[in-house]
């Protein structure tokens, strides 16, 4: 079992950056594929972002592509989203997603591949 605890959603104005925090439990961090997806009200949920389980391979929607970054520190069995110039279409709640791929080497975008799921973090951007 893993359990994932995201933090770092708010409040921010067009423009602004944001950064989502995610940790995990558990021994075997590094086996996961880990991944961010977001649901705006009334949408289906959407890719984001995905980070291999060496942190060597990542994957962005073309939506954040340029402006997010998804990166790992498997020492701290955490995931992170760092978001800049956010824009009001990026309001979202943000969930983290674990996949147990242990090659450390894939990256996956596809919600049902992945197995277990934070409760989300909201993320509102003004106008």
């Known amino acids: 079992q893993v359990q994932l605890v995201e933090s770092g959603g708010g409040l921010v104005q067009a423009g602004g950056s944001l950064r989502l925090s995610c940790a995990a439990s558990?021994?075997?961090?590094?086996?996961?594929?880990m991944g961010w997806f977001r649901q705006a009200p009334g949408k289906d949920r959407d890719f984001v972002a995905a980070?291999?389980?060496?942190?060597?391979?990542?994957y962005y929607a073309d939506s954040v592509k340029g402006r997010f970054t998804i990166s790992r520190d498997n020492a701290k069995n955490s995931v992170y989203l760092q978001m800049n110039s956010l824009k009001p279409e990026d309001t979202a709640v943000y969930f983290c997603?674990?996949?147990?791929?242990?090659?450390?080497?894939?990256?996956?975008?596809?919600?049902?591949?992945?197995?277990?799921w934070g409760q989300g973090t909201q993320v509102t951007v003004s106008s």
């Open positions: 997603t674990a996949a147990f791929r242990p090659s450390g080497l894939t990256v996956v975008t596809t919600d049902e591949a992945y197995t277990y």
């Open positions: 980070i291999s389980g060496s942190g060597g391979n990542t």
């Open positions: 558990g021994r075997t961090f590094s086996r996961y594929t």
